[in-house]
């Protein structure tokens, strides 16, 4: 499980309403990574208690408080899935293994690459 994003935090918070957290397990199972094509099989959807925010009444769009908010949300669900969380956004986990990082270059020294430079003197 993955680092959550803050939007829920924003909605519960502007809205002023408990969340109730919601895992499925065996999903992976179901639709397993790389099939195209969905396996009847059993999931269990588990539902958590309700969390509380309102003691954060009135600091919408803080963003510590926020990532708060996130951070026990997502705490509360890996309880519920048995994932282990890991402090990392998928997005940049995906691409950290797919190896789309793109790589430092190398510093050049100056003038080389440089198009619009024309040399003095011509060779020969």
């Given at each position: 499980m993955y680092k959550g994003k803050t939007g829920v935090?924003?909605?519960?918070?502007?809205a002023r309403v408990p969340v109730i957290p919601v895992a499925m397990v065996g999903?992976?199972?179901?639709?397993?990574i790389g099939?195209?094509?969905?396996?009847?099989?059993?999931?269990e959807i588990r539902f958590g208690e309700p969390?509380?925010?309102?003691?954060?009444?009135?600091l919408a769009g803080d963003r510590f408080i926020e990532r708060s908010i996130t951070d026990?949300?997502?705490?509360?669900?890996?309880?519920?899935?048995?994932?282990?969380?890991v402090d990392v956004y998928a997005a940049k986990a995906k691409e950290e293994l797919?190896?789309?990082?793109?790589?430092?270059?190398?510093a050049q020294p100056p003038g080389v690459g440089d198009v619009a430079r024309m040399p003095e003197s011509r060779a020969g």
């Open positions: 935090a924003r909605i519960a918070l502007e999903t992976d199972k179901v639709n397993p099939s195209k094509m969905w396996w009847p099989r059993r999931l969390l509380d925010f309102s003691r954060y009444e009135g026990e949300i997502m705490y509360a669900l890996m309880e519920l899935s048995g994932q282990e969380y797919a190896g789309a990082v793109p790589l430092p270059t190398p």
